[in-house]
């Protein structure tokens, strides 16, 4: 998945900011297939189920129908049309996500050789709180950092100082 490029910071960050937030006691089920972050979380002691690669936007049975305790989504949510449906159909009480922040001197991810690895949305941290907010959700926590490169240029100077991942740990607001 990763060949060369382990995000061995994003992996770093986001380990730190789950364990501050949820317990090794917790169900999680992850959006996502099983992927390298999957171990990470099973050898840091979470018990961790994986949504299986149905289409989020079209089917959201597997949130319906699970009985987690936290749903976990890292870089999930710029790849669907309709993050509000998904986060609306979660049944959990808790929440842990992440996205890619929105590079103003970079264009949209689009991979040209695979359809699903393609970024619909790049949010600006005010838009995934609104999102997260509108869908039923209360941010407890959040955490921004970046992602700097060893290649020379303008693009990768900018990167040492604007932040390129968000994460934020969520409650469901009581109806």
Known sequence: MYESHFPHKRYKNTIEFLEQHVTKASNILDLGVVNPFTKVMEDHGFKVTNTTGEDLDLDTSAL???????????????HLLSPFTVLKAIKADKLVASVPLKLWFAEAYRSKTDMRDRHYHEFEDWQFDWLLEKAGWEI???????NPTNKIGIRPILRRFTPRYYIVYA???SK
Request: proline fraction near 0%; glycine fraction near 0%.
């Open 64 to 78: 319906t129908q699970s009985n987690a305790d936290v749903v976990t989504a890292f870089e999930i949510f710029e």
């Open 140 to 146: 407890k926590a959040r955490h921004k950092w970046t």
């Open 171 to 173: 409650e469901r607001i």
